[in-house]
């Protein structure tokens, strides 16, 4: 079955123009401002839009983006914050907002963003990426199930 999995995923990717995968720009903003409403289903706040469009376009902010284009058309982004750890003398990845159109789904196209941001990592020596994912997002944990170690926490928030 994994096999049948991976020979589509690759006939759909021949089949498809490549995806163009890069770093997030201020002229952007346009196209991802209807994927941003997507992610958050409806639900965003023009405060928080506002400054999370902020800081992933001013330098002096942890928080970075990368984009994904078909053609002329943003199709997905991943957004991603660095920051150290106690564990670690290198920064630390972790990886939120990875989001593609339902229209785009299953064309790889989030798997290069992650595969991507590991690229990143990689070349800029950082300890690892990591990221939280819900157990009932099927297709997240699809994409997942091949990247990293699921470790066996449990996460706890508390509300301020």
Request: glycine letters at 4%; charged letters at 20%; proline letters at 6%.
């Amino acid at each position: 079955m994994a096999l049948i999995l991976w020979v589509a995923l690759i006939v759909l990717l021949v089949a498809n123009p490549m995806v163009k995968i890069s770093p997030i720009e201020k002229n952007d903003y346009v196209q991802w401002l209807p994927l941003w409403d997507d992610n958050n289903l409806g639900h965003s706040n023009p405060a928080v839009t506002k400054e999370t469009w902020n800081r992933l376009t001013t330098s002096i902010y942890p928080v970075h983006g990368l984009t994904a284009y078909l053609d002329d058309k943003m199709v997905g982004f991943v957004h991603y914050i660095l920051h150290p750890v106690t564990g670690h003398i290198d920064p630390v990845c972790y990886m939120q907002d990875v989001y593609v159109a339902p229209e785009h789904r299953r064309k790889g196209i989030a798997r290069a963003l992650v595969n991507e941001l590991s690229k990143i990592g990689k070349a800029e020596n950082w300890a690892r990426i990591y990221w939280l994912a819900e157990e009932s997002n099927e297709a997240a944990q699809r994409l997942y199930k091949d990247m990293g170690v699921k470790l066996d926490f449990s996460l706890h928030v508390l509300p301020l």
